[in-house]
């Protein structure tokens, strides 16, 4: 089946530094990957959609500024939470479409940010 | 029983009885529906999914109810197992805007 993998699994940083996570789709090429965010006992919550080699569409309320998201390639995507805030701290997961015409969605493990 | 949290709904169900997981959806657009199980830390994992021309699907001990006429999904999971804790979320998605929009999740605890 398709896996998809994030880098790092946990982080913690400090407060105003910046913090890249990867995602990575390990055999097959994602044309579209999803970016969640999941704050504890709530649902994902989409942050982001991104198309290899163009811009990301974000969500409403999701500042673009803040959570830059890159897809340079068909098999890996980066979320760059930038001049992070505790109230950033979440668990990021990242989820991968192989075709443009599939619903199948597949996702990765997580990354769990705290920022101190 | 079941119960609603400040966040998340909580089922309790014995071990080897059967469990039954609701969610409504709200766009009558969704044609096509995906229980996803999150277990504590990880991401979330495909169990079942249905199309808007069926209303029941069947997996291996699991099957999907849609009701379209109420706008109401249901996960069914027989002879629930110790394992089988986790969260569990619906999924629906209107191909016109290809992401998926979930449901607020439902705690599922099975009691020995």
């Known amino acids: 089946g398709a896996v998809v993998s994030q880098h790092p699994s946990w982080v913690i940083c400090k407060s105003g530094t910046s913090v890249k996570i990867e995602c990575r789709s390990l055999?097959?090429?994602?044309?579209?990957m999803f970016w969640y965010r999941q704050f504890p006992k709530q649902s994902l919550m989409l942050m982001a959609t991104?198309?290899?080699?163009?811009?990301?569409?974000?969500e409403q309320g999701v500042e673009k500024d803040k959570f830059l998201i890159n897809h340079a390639s068909l098999t890996l995507s980066t979320l760059t939470v930038t001049s992070a805030h505790p109230e950033d701290s979440s668990f990021y997961i990242c989820?991968?479409?192989?075709?443009?015409?599939?619903?199948?969605?597949?996702f990765g493990p997580g990354t769990r940010l705290t920022v101190t | 029983g079941e119960s609603v949290g400040l966040h998340l709904p909580t089922l309790s169900v014995q071990e080897g009885d059967n469990s039954i997981i609701n969610c409504a959806y709200s766009?009558?657009?969704?044609?096509?529906f995906i229980w996803y199980k999150q277990e504590s830390g990880k991401g979330p994992q495909f169990i079942i999914d249905?199309?808007?021309?069926?209303d029941k699907r069947q997996g291996q001990r699991v099957t999907v109810l849609l009701n379209k006429t109420v706008k109401h999904l249901s996960l069914q999971i027989a002879a629930t197992q110790p394992g089988d804790s986790a969260v569990y979320f619906c999924?629906?998605?209107?191909?016109?805007?290809?992401?998926?929009?979930f449901g607020p999740g439902t705690r599922l605890s099975v009691l020995p």
């Open positions: 989820s991968a479409s192989g075709t443009s015409d599939s619903y199948e969605q597949y």
């Open positions: 055999d097959f090429q994602a044309t579209t």
């Open positions: 991104s198309n290899e080699g163009s811009k990301a569409t974000y």
């Open positions: 766009n009558s657009a969704s044609d096509y």
């Open positions: 249905i199309r808007s021309n069926m």
């Open positions: 999924a629906e998605n209107d191909w016109a805007f290809q992401n998926f929009v």
